[in-house]
């Protein structure tokens, strides 16, 4: 348990934070931080990203292995190209600053979310059948990211403009 003093809105339930991270030094670092906000209480929980899924994990610098199985992770496989993608597409857009960003927060989160699940997943199918992971890795990955992005720009343009009429 995180200490501050008294929780905002007068509750005394703390904000319970899942932090999903690989780097204990980064853990322990962001925990530190949110020790020091004031006038908040924070249950932080940490879990490595892999581990979420049942997975044991080992790790070598950019190198993961599980099930037998290794692979790089590079910059390339954070999602960043992908979520800046979807932000320059939001804002883009014609609606409020402050709507934008929680757009851009929203979609991002769920970008980086769905990137976790597509790291595991090539792990697996990597150990478990090889001769697809290629394809699974260039082909696959890549279309259900790109139809995430535009899936979640349409749907949250339609929102935003039912919420500017009103």
């Not at 005394?12 to 908040?40: H, K, Q, S, T």
């Not at 290794?70 to 409020?96: D, H, K, M, N």
């Not at 929203?106 to 976790?116: H, R, T």
Request: proline share 4%; charged share 15%; glycine share 6%.
């Amino acid at each position: 348990m995180i200490h501050g003093a008294d929780f905002p809105l007068g509750t005394e339930a703390p904000f319970r934070i899942l932090l999903i991270e690989d780097n204990p030094g980064d853990a322990r670092l962001i925990a530190y931080e949110l020790d020091r906000v004031p006038d908040m209480t924070f249950k932080l929980r940490t879990a490595d990203c892999l581990a979420l899924f049942g997975l044991d994990v080992t790790r070598d610098g950019t190198l993961v292995s599980s099930l037998g199985f290794t692979i790089r992770v590079e910059g390339q496989c954070s999602a960043l190209y992908e979520t800046a993608l979807l932000g320059a597409a939001i804002l883009a857009s014609p609606f409020p600053v402050w709507r934008r960003l929680v757009g851009i927060l929203v979609g991002a989160s769920a970008i980086l979310a769905v990137n976790v699940v597509r790291i595991a997943s090539l792990v697996v199918i990597g150990a478990l059948a090889p001769r697809w992971f290629t394809s699974a890795h260039l082909f696959v990955w890549q279309a259900i990211l790109v139809a995430l992005i535009a899936s979640f720009w349409l749907v949250w343009i339609d929102r935003a403009r039912e919420a500017t009429a009103s």
